[in-house]
């Protein structure tokens, strides 16, 4: 049975940068394609970025483009998401996602979802 598990959350400035990671266990993921959701307190969760099986094709939010990036290491069965210039309004749990495709991975159709980690920007 696979497994996600995110690490890498915490507090951090505003303009700063932090790299998440999501490490997969039990199984392959290497041809799943991975995606990062977020969730604020008493919102619903919204996607954030995605990247294909091949690492090749990547999409992210509106929102994020340009300060985050995904990335995935199949040999490591890690996917990564470095955020840089953080703002208040990117303070949220951050989850990690595996789904069969990348249109599913992107609206939440996900095979597999992590515990998530915590993200706060401090003004």
């Known amino acids: 049975q696979g497994q996600l598990v995110e690490s890498g959350g915490g507090l951090v400035q505003a303009g700063g940068s932090r790299r998440l990671s999501c490490a997969a266990s039990?199984?392959?993921?290497?041809?799943?394609?991975m995606a990062w959701f977020l969730q604020s307190p008493g919102k619903e969760r919204e996607f954030v970025a995605v990247?294909?099986?091949?690492?090749?094709?990547?999409a992210y939010a509106d929102s994020v483009k340009g300060r985050f990036t995904i990335s995935r290491d199949n040999a490591k069965n890690t996917v990564y998401l470095q955020m840089n210039s953080l703002k208040p309004e990117d303070s949220a749990v951050y989850y990690c996602?595996?789904?069969?495709?990348?249109?599913?991975?992107?609206?939440?159709?996900?095979?597999?979802w992590g515990q998530g980690t915590q993200v706060t920007v401090s003004s």
């Open positions: 039990g199984r392959s993921f290497r041809t799943y394609a």
């Open positions: 990247m294909s099986w091949s690492g090749v094709n990547t």
């Open positions: 996602t595996a789904a069969i495709n990348m249109e599913w991975a992107t609206i939440g159709l996900a095979d597999y």
